[in-house]
């Protein structure tokens, strides 16, 4: 089974550029039919997806999101990585990264544990 872990800092400032990565282990992010999603949960509210980058390498954001949210990928490393540009206190969240296998709307096979990322001035 594969194994997913984000990394990244937990504190932020406003206006600053968040950066997370994803470590996938006994699976390549190159597999066919492997989509690589970020998710994020902020206090009191639902899941949020953020967008996804598929096994080819395309990837695809939530709308609402898409103007200041890129995702991209370091295949030799076997990393997917995201970044949020000029952030604020919206965007405090425990943010995870997952896999969905042939569509994200069939739902996510496996999840990282989640890190904690604050913004605050």
């Known amino acids: 089974q594969e194994q997913l872990q984000e990394s990244g800092p937990g504190l932020l400032r406003p206006s600053e550029t968040l950066s997370l990565t994803c470590t996938v282990s006994?699976?390549?992010?190159?597999?066919?039919?492997?989509?690589w999603s970020w998710i994020r949960q902020p206090p009191g509210k639902g899941l949020e997806w953020m967008g996804a980058?598929?096994?080819?390498?395309?990837?695809y954001y939530a709308p609402s999101l898409k103007s200041r949210t890129s995702i991209s990928r370091d295949t030799a490393k076997n990393q997917f990585t995201l970044q949020v540009n000029s952030v604020t206190a919206e965007d405090t969240a425990v943010y995870y990264c997952a896999l969905a296998v042939n569509s994200v709307s069939e739902g996510f096979r496996s999840w990282g544990q989640g890190t904690q990322v604050t913004v605050s001035s």
């Open positions: 006994d699976v390549s992010i190159t597999r066919i039919s492997y989509f």
């Open positions: 980058i598929t096994y080819s390498g395309d990837s």
